[in-house]
């Protein structure tokens, strides 16, 4: 890519490609003059890489072609070898490291897949990750205690046999997002089509449905309409509920880069994320040393409080309209290019101060002050993450920051813009490429885009609705002879026991299956739950490995290509690439139609792609270590003509959802530490101390109970008790954090965003010390039930 701005008539204006970081250095952002912390807690970036290189010392040489040649299989931000589209100079961060052992790492030895599945049951997934890579596939039929080994073809026969006599819709495919690639999302979604199921779901919709749902209705997009580069020069960059230094560490080079040019960097959540207020930059030697102080300001919004918030940002906007025109709404951009002003405007009128105050946790000043910023800057790009997502109402979260950001016209132009900020690599294109129950490749499911699929196809789409992730494990539960049991579930990579709310229930979910198939790299503790007839386990190939290389699309669109990388010293003979795997299942089922389904190369499949999905014509070009094309150009929405059937934005009026709890109850909602997703890669989170089972507590509410730093509390509620340790942090009143997936007890199936199906992970609890709860609960807590209703608030 130039550094020249070029436009194409079909994508508008072209990303402009990397460019550099200002080398003079500002003081004003340093986190002392003291060099390398020296005396803080933070990360110790170095003694990191350190251990990193030792423990792929028996691949080293491996390891280096795929930090060099391949595209990161960590998250979303994207890189190629060791360079990407925002910045020039090196790309690489801990996550990138810590994930590239299990690209490295030899097979499981013998011992540990043939160990008896309790003692395998004792390990944590962390440590059944180090372990190895599964072999060969596996299998282990009900009643034996050992998996043991079965040959490709027994494995795949078994799985075929018993899907033909089952009805579709007892079956369902699941993938999430560890290194998948496009090709292969493409082909699980065409072969589930093809199989007859519409149950196929995936880690992304988990994440981050609410966006693309919200983003669809508001502005008629489903990813960010602008880049990361945007972020670089902006007048404001809001982070809402998302902690992009620590999902993505590259991301916080872009901010440095970005507040040397005077960016001004606003953080919205209830506590204050350490990582998102100071950092040390490894690669960057200013901020190495010295740190960069992240985060302008943070607003510390009660959780679910957001919508409040944006409600009181707006109508103070209002309220500076009555004493000024045009101070603060962007009338020219509202009156081209956006619908439902007046009702939006008379929905923020009805509510009062008092009110917004109250759900937000904010007050009028602190929201004024964000009014103010806002109304007197010319660009922002708003980015979010699971803290605006993961709610029962996270669809209305989303769509009142597009309401945001049309009122002042932050769409469609450089420095402006909506990203939902991704987690895994390639999460974005798994939507695009139909890996999904709502949608299909290059659209939904509307007559035209079914049609346009099937005459690609040359098979006839199953038409009814499919489930999504957590219904389909609602129904594996179900009685045998019920109508909507799930009988065989078919898993790529993923371990829900410790990403969806109530282990315990699905736990048992999962074991209520027939069959289960686990297509990975590595065991987890879900691979080690026993089935009604059999768990398979079959052994994967990694993004490296895949013949004939495969892409990824990244937050900000743009689809890398990430070769196949030669030289494994410690290669699965026995793996294969997932794409393969699918066709393989499709052949067996289906022999005589599978030839609609067949693909010998990967390069057959992008060439397809290209065909189903319009936006990535240009997929088919990708084809050695570098290449790349961002879908949609720079910006979509340009200009703020959306791709709505009137090509305008929607304001959409939102109502506050009710937040009451009863008294002296807390909302919790979970966290990440030194992990990436459900990985846990430190017990101990370098930013702030804090340990697996540390209550992130705020020191004056702790104070009201009684509570003292460190001492043993219980959090409770009708879902489950969760045994921590207090830790007092900067965390707004009324709400605590505790870590994922240990937190996800207290967490209730079955609550969803409605419109985007995604599942709501906060709640109501109590806090207790743990003596008084432990010495008293038998009497207590465990003969009387707590009732439903007595701690369920809605949220
Ligand atoms: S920030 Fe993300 S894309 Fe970049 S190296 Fe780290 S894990 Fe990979």
Not at 636 to 651: A, H, I, Q, S, Y
Request: charged residues 25%; contains cysteine; aromatic residues 10%.
């Amino acid at each position: 890519m130039s550094n020249v701005t070029k436009k194409d008539p079909k994508k508008g204006t072209l990303h402009s490609g990397p460019t550099s970081i200002s080398k003079i250095p500002a003081p004003k952002h340093w986190v002392s003059p003291v060099p390398f912390g020296l005396g803080k807690i933070k990360p110790k970036h170095i003694r990191d890489t350190m251990k990193v290189a030792w423990e792929n010392k028996d691949n080293l040489k491996y390891a280096t072609n795929i930090l060099t040649k391949g595209v990161c299989d960590g998250c979303a931000l994207g890189v190629s070898g060791l360079y990407d589209q925002t910045l020039k100079g090196p790309h690489i961060c801990t996550t990138r490291l810590n994930v590239l052992r299990l690209s490295t790492m030899p097979p499981l030895k013998e011992e540990i897949v043939h160990a008896d599945v309790d003692r395998l049951r004792q390990y944590s997934s962390a440590e059944l990750r180090k372990m190895g890579r599964i072999p060969y596939p596996l299998i282990r039929r009900k009643g034996e205690n050992k998996f043991s080994r079965i040959s490709w073809d027994g494995a795949m026969d078994m799985i075929a046999e018993k899907m033909k006599t089952l009805d579709p819709k007892q079956y369902a495919f699941y993938l999430t997002s560890r290194g998948i690639t496009n090709e292969s999302y493409y082909t699980a979604g065409k072969v589930a089509r093809f199989l007859g199921t519409n149950h196929v779901d995936n880690a992304s919709r988990i994440c981050h449905s609410p966006s693309k749902t919200a983003l669809k209705r508001s502005v008629g997009i489903g990813a960010s309409s602008c880049t990361y580069k945007d972020w670089i020069g902006t007048d404001v960059l809001v982070f809402w509920g998302s902690v992009a230094s620590n999902a993505s560490p590259v991301s916080t080079k872009y901010m440095l880069a970005a507040k040397k040019k005077g960016t001004k960097i606003i953080v919205i959540n209830p506590y204050k994320e350490p990582a998102m207020d100071k950092y040390w930059v490894p690669s960057n030697a200013e901020s190495a040393l010295f740190g960069t102080q992240v985060a302008d300001d943070f607003y510390q919004v009660n959780i679910g409080g957001d919508i409040a918030f944006m409600h009181g940002i707006m109508k103070y906007w209002f309220e500076m309209e009555e004493e000024q025109y045009g101070s603060a709404i962007n009338h020219a951009f509202v009156q081209d290019h956006v619908n439902g002003y007046e009702e939006l405007k008379t929905k923020v009128d009805e509510l009062s101060w008092e009110k917004i105050i109250h759900s937000s946790g904010m007050s009028k000043e602190r929201i004024r002050e964000l009014a103010e910023l806002l109304a007197n800057s010319k660009n922002a790009v708003f980015a979010w993450a699971l803290g605006l997502t993961m709610h029962s109402f996270a669809t209305d979260n989303i769509s009142q920051v597009a309401n945001l950001a049309l009122l002042r016209g932050y769409l469609g132009r450089e420095n402006a813009g909506l990203m939902p900020f991704r987690g895994h690599s390639s999460v974005q294109g798994t939507g695009e490429m139909g890996a999904d129950p709502f949608v299909l490749p290059g659209g939904g499911w509307d007559e035209d885009n079914v049609k346009r699929i099937e005459e690609l196809w040359g098979f006839d789409l199953p038409k009814w609705q499919g489930d999504i992730v957590g219904v389909n494990l609602e129904h594996a539960a179900l009685p045998d002879d019920h109508e909507k049991k799930l009988k065989l579930y078919y898993m790529s990579g993923g371990n829900f026991l410790e990403t969806m709310p109530n282990p315990e229930f699905i736990e048992k979910a999962l074991s209520e299956v027939d069959i289960r198939v686990h297509q990975d790299i590595i065991l987890n503790t879900s691979t080690l739950v026993d089935a009604k007839e059999a768990v398979i386990v079959l052994p994967a190939k990694t993004r490296f490995e895949q013949e004939g290389g495969g892409t990824s699309t990244s937050t900000e669109r743009m689809v890398y290509f990430s070769p196949e990388i030669a030289g494994n010293k410690q290669p699965v003979e026995e793996a294969r690439a997932e794409w393969k795997i699918y066709v393989d299942l499709a052949k067996r089922v289906k022999p005589e139609t599978a030839h609609l389904v067949n693909f010998e190369t990967a390069q057959e499949i992008r060439d397809e792609i290209a065909k189903a999905n319009p936006d990535y014509d240009g997929i088919q070009h990708l084809k050695k270590q570098g290449d790349v094309f961002q879908w949609g150009g720079a910006w979509l929405c340009e200009d703020g003509v959306c791709p709505t059937p009137d090509g305008r934005g929607n304001l959409i009026p939102i109502d506050i959802p009710n937040l009451e709890k009863p008294e002296g109850t807390f909302y919790v909602t979970t966290r990440r530490g030194k992990q990436f997703n459900s990985m846990v890669f430190k017990e101990t989170d370098p930013f702030n101390n804090a340990g697996r089972y540390d209550v992130l507590l705020n020191a004056e509410d702790a104070n009201t109970l009684n509570i003292v730093e460190g001492e043993g509390i219980v959090v409770y509620n009708q879902h489950g008790v969760f045994q921590g340790k207090a830790l007092f942090t900067d965390i707004a009143r009324g709400n605590i954090g505790l870590h994922f997936p240990e937190g996800n007890f207290l967490i209730p199936k079955g609550i969803y965003d409605s419109p985007s199906g995604i599942p709501q992970y906060s709640v109501a609890v109590k806090i207790e010390k743990a003596e008084r709860f432990n010495a008293r609960k038998d009497i207590d807590y465990l003969e009387k039930k707590l009732e439903d209703d007595e701690i369920d608030a809605p949220v």
